[in-house]
T-cell receptor
């Protein structure tokens, strides 16, 4: 069964610190992997999209990595800000293009 | 551009009532979809459309109907609401089939539905 797992479920860090969120998936065949940021009460917003051949992709202070061999991805947030407090969702698309498998998300809280 | 808009933002229904959740986009996107988001679970696909006049079922279609008469609008109808349909519903759109190509999906702000 196609699945996306994320860890940790929740995370609390202090403003200015770095953190890394993990994503493991079993989706096959694989097309691409996406990270979304979802603020409370809002819809998800795309951060990065990576295909099989891409190992790293950055978007400002967000850097996503992908290891297609081990089927793992991570999202690293540098110099966290209060506005980074949100849920971060890992999504994997299968090769047929119409099936997205969403992870449950990691809830990040950045405290002053 | 307004992007993806959804109405209403919040709705309370009684079991057995019907209603339509509205979704519209002004980006001329071909691909539109509906998801539900429940606590502790990832978003799950209800229905999707690859263009006007074409719709298909997603992972959890039971109890929901959709139609796509125009490129801009993709309403979701609850035929007979049940407490199990209490959820947050998100509409999303992208220029084309968003999985095979690196197309960004744009999500609406969501509709919170409570079925009593």
């Amino acid at each position: 069964k196609n699945q996306v797992e994320q860890s940790p479920q929740s995370l609390i860090i202090l403003e200015g610190k770095n953190c890394t969120l993990q994503c493991n998936y079993t989706v096959s065949p694989f097309s691409n992997l996406r990270w979304y940021k979802q603020d409370t009460g809002r819809g998800p917003v795309s951060l990065t999209i990576m295909t099989f051949s891409e190992n790293t992709k950055s978007n400002g202070r967000y850097t996503a990595t992908l290891d297609a061999d081990t089927k793992q991805s991570s999202l690293h947030i540098t110099a966290s800000q209060l506005s980074d407090s949100a849920s971060y969702i890992c999504v994997v698309a299968d090769n047929y293009g119409q099936n997205f498998v969403f992870g449950p998300g990691t809830r990040l809280s950045v405290l002053p | 551009n307004a992007g993806v808009t959804q109405t209403p933002k919040f709705q309370v229904l009684k079991t057995g009532q019907s209603m339509t959740l509205q979704c519209a986009q002004d980006m001329n996107h071909e691909y539109m979809s509906w998801y539900r988001q429940d606590p502790g679970m990832g978003l799950r696909l209800i229905h999707y459309s690859v263009g006007a006049g074409i719709t298909d079922q997603g992972e959890v279609p039971n109890g929901y109907n959709v139609s796509r008469s125009t490129t801009e609008d993709f309403p979701l109808r609850l035929l007979s609401a049940a407490p199990s349909q209490t959820s947050v519903y998100f509409c999303a759109s992208s220029y084309s089939v968003a999985g095979a190509i690196q197309e960004t999906q744009y999500f609406g702000p969501g509709t919170r539905l409570l079925v009593l």
